[in-house]
């Protein structure tokens, strides 16, 4: 996020910098509102009182308006969703946006200066009447109206007369020991409020049911919620589903609701007149007080929220029990279909979405209810530190799984067939643990302590809530429950009702255990290192071993003799226990470089097998390497399992995957064979597939093969990854009666990934070098005779750059190729721009390609391959395309196509050139839910003209227009040309070919490689 205006370049230095004592700022709220439920609109007056704790004197507010944020697409929301691909704001028709207005700040019923942010709608400023000298406050009323937006969008919204009123209110950013922090709202990037008091009076039709902030005031209304929750066989309950879920009419009569609320930080409120109750309470043994708790839920989901109140129960115990007692008088779950995720949270009340399954919703339950903790009462910066929230409060909910859901499958497995994961359950540890890796092993992770905006949608999941989860959960397996929940506790207790630090968490729990926790806070909170722990050596007492930990790193260490346990101990890497370090030659403690092999004295003398981390519970990214025996003949390595189809990967031992595959060609006919691979999720190091098949047809082996090596834990500020593969491949090119003729491809590779930083950005950059080697083989045998064999050799060497922007709002590609071989060097350049038109990404498609050849060895060595062409048959020079027939010229299989160099659907035999060729081409979605489209497309290439006086050099242009289906676009689409330039015409005539003839297909199986499938996934 940019934020060049509001804050000060203080924001930049990290808080020791500052040497004021901790203060926290006071906003106290009156708010009166009246809900329009026909025109979606909020009606208000509000009145804050503004205390000024600092040692700075105040001459203006910032205040957030985030209701703006919806307004318009130039909000850093709309920025924000773009970029994530999610277009339903961008493309938003005026009755579905949102939007704040009718502002008017008063102080003393003084008008104020005040004004909007420059760069953010959603953001304003409001000067003073009096610069506020530490230690004052002031107090501020305005009138404002707000225009509910869809709910579709993200939190704030309506659908239909269900309201999830939440940031609707003007709020004063939080001012801390850093400056100013005003944010524009963000869907991924929550938020930083100041502590306070809000007295809020809601106006509404009275057939609304309402959660919301705060204790209800109105005794009556008490007394109405009380009766809806006893009423078992509420009416509205036992209609049939379809008309259950039904908004009743508005009552003509309206209620105001009054709340109040001390130390929270926000207010937010919920509205339907569907919501059915039920009503429950837990006791607090610690502080022997009883929480109130609620769930209001739509008749729909009757049947999985009957026992959600449980569900709030249990999180508001467990939570109390583990982090501190609830410090509020009610907590309330809300059923809502919301757009920010599974659920979403505020002070004592959260909104849930959808879920069919209990244990779902136990689950998006407790973690929202848990939230009161981790952002309610510890009031961190989410913005730039939400893994103090979100990740904190994820590894409170993964304790909270695995004590209630004891040996059952996490939430995500459930519904994967077992044969899908493996063997074993899949528990949440687990689940989360692999879905990390999913970017960890592919150096796309990020370090959790970033600020929002700069995490992909996907590493802002997998980094900020399961791997900080993951990392608490390493420290609690260390510390253990006792001294774990010591140093949580005294982080509740000194931190509650406050702005809490990263610095200051660690402080407390570094002071409460005793340890340096530099590899929790520094190595994996604030860094993304891989590290791996693996064990090497086994002789007698002394365990040998290798971290890439940068520094010290606990990991337990477990010993068995024969198939007896003798133990688990602790060792904490890098730090030389009574050994020493391969190439150092001290004795003493201290943090080792990475790799290096360590030896150490196990507490044990007769082991004979010794396993780090058994019991999986640390961060090691890889633990198939973490046994090792004394004895045998593989003291380090398990034979690895075969296993059909798919699994996910093993803990303790490497998996080979294999299945029996059938395939087809128009050379080699029918196929059938084995493929083997190591592929799986999550994504290996080394990746390797080996499918040989045998073609009935040709009577031939044929298949492939490849290899790739990803250096993906480099530590580079140029390269995010390189890879480095080999591959291979055989199939036929003819067989008849006496000639068979097939080719041999083997091709080296190795690709570099720049570095993006952050990894939100947008455009990625990757540079390729490649040699592929091509034999083609005749056999020609006639009947009775020995057959002969020709073979023809050829080498290509090509290099490339491209650039590639894959934002959904308009995505671009940027490639420029050199290609070479003996005889020549030939250059292309080929751009891509689509623009999408309307939130379900149908799209106008702009391409370019010039391709000239550099240089020649003189005369005739360009083969019709080699050979620039407008438009192409199934074929290409390099042999990376598939087809069902290479080089077929008639028939189903002779009208499949690539769009490459001129890219033209229609089919001609002219357009070819051995010097220069260029073109445009234009596909244009049609706004139909079928995937219909409009092309267009012209080329030109040099043209000789011979006369009887003499040759003249001129070009030719070509032109091309129809309609097709893009079904899967540039992988399975259908093209009918419907007109097409003179010079084709006249090919056209002169071969005999029909209308008919130009109608040709794509379908490029090569993009869609299953193997390939975790690699490709998007960040
Ligand atoms: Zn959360």
Redesign the pocket.
Known sequence: MTMKFSLPTLLALPSFAFAQPYFQQQVDYTIDVRLDDVGHMLHAQERFTYTNNSTTTLDTLWIHLWPNAYRDRTTALCEQLDRMGDLDLHFATEAERGWIDSLDFQSNDVKLAWGYHPEHPDIGWIKLPTPLVPGTSVTITTPFRVKIPDGKFSRLGHTEQAYYITQWYPKPAVFDAQGWHAMPYLTLGEFYSEFGSFDVSITLPANYVVGATGELQNAEERAWMDSLAMDRSAQRGSLPMAKANDFPPSDAATKTLRYRQDRVHDFAWFADKRFLVRRSSVFLPRSERTVNTWVLFTPRNRLVWEEAVNYVNEAVKHYSEWVGDYPYSACTAVDGTISAGGGM?YPMITVIGNTDDAMALDEVIT??VG?NWFYGILGSNERDHAWM??GM??FVELRYMRKRYPGQPAVLAQGIPQFFLGQDVVGHRDMSEQAFRLNARRNLDQPPNLTSDDFTPTNYGLDV?MKTALVMDHLFAYLGDETFDRCMHAYYDEWKFKHPQPGDMRTIFERESGKDLSWVFDEFIGGDRKVDVRASRLKGNRLSYKSSANGLLPMPITAWNGTDSIGTTWLTTGEIIRGHSSDRNSGYSRPVRSHHRMELELPWPNADRVRIDAGNRTMDIDRRNNTVRSNGLFKRCTTPKFVPFFGLEQQDRHSIYYSVVPAWNGHDGFQAGLVLRNTTFPPQRTEWVFAPLYAFGSERLVGGARIDHHFDRIRSNVFQNIHVGLSGRTAGTLHDHDVTAWYEKLSPSVLFDLKRDPLSKPWQHRIGLRGVYLRNSVEYQPEGTYAYISRSDEYYGELFYRAEDSRKLHPSVVQPTITSTYDWVRASLELKQAFAYNARSKQLRLRGFVGSFLWERGGGRISSLQAWGLTWGPEDMLYDQAYFERGAAEGFTGRQFNKQQGAFKTPFAQGGSDSWIASANMELDLPFSLPIALFASAGIVPRTTITVDGSTEGTATYFEAGVGIAAIRDVLEIWFPFYVSERIVEEEDFAERTVTDRIRFVFALEKMDPTKLLRNLKP
């Open positions: 949270e973690h929202e939230h929230d979100e409060n994820s809530y």
